[in-house]
């Protein structure tokens, strides 16, 4: 069974860091498409940051210049590196992948349990 566990996130104040890591354990076979995603209370689920396969990536224009997506292939695991934090990047956060099990032919969308992340002084 696959699945993903994030860890990193807590409480930070406006202006610092935190970094993020997402691990997919299981069956694994491969990895395509990984990507971080937030929702704060009211509002509806958005695509933070991904990155592809051949480390092609993409960032919402909120984050852009603050927040940095990677990966390492060899652990299954992906990491988002957020600085100059404002209240605002306050949500939880969840990661994403498409993965393909050595039980299946076909790629699988899965979503971790997802981890707080709070900013504020």
């Known amino acids: 069974q696959v699945q993903l566990v994030e860890s990193g996130g807590g409480l930070v104040q406006p202006g610092g860091s935190l970094r993020l890591s997402c691990a997919a354990s299981?069956?694994?076979?491969?990895?395509?498409?990984m990507g971080w995603y937030r929702q704060a209370p009211g509002k509806q689920r958005e695509l933070v940051a991904g990155?592809?396969?051949?480390?092609?990536?993409n960032y919402a224009d909120t984050v852009k210049g603050r927040f940095t997506i990677s990966r390492d292939n060899a652990k299954n695991t992906v990491y988002l590196q957020m600085n100059s934090l404002k209240p605002e990047d306050t949500a939880v956060y969840y990661c994403?992948?498409?993965?393909?099990?050595?039980?299946?032919?076909?790629?699988?969308?899965?979503w971790g349990q997802g981890t707080q992340v709070t900013v504020s002084s």
């Open positions: 994403n992948a498409d993965i393909r099990s050595h039980r299946s032919r076909d790629y699988i969308n899965y």
């Open positions: 299981g069956s694994i076979f491969s990895i395509n498409y």
């Open positions: 990155i592809t396969s051949a480390d092609s990536t």
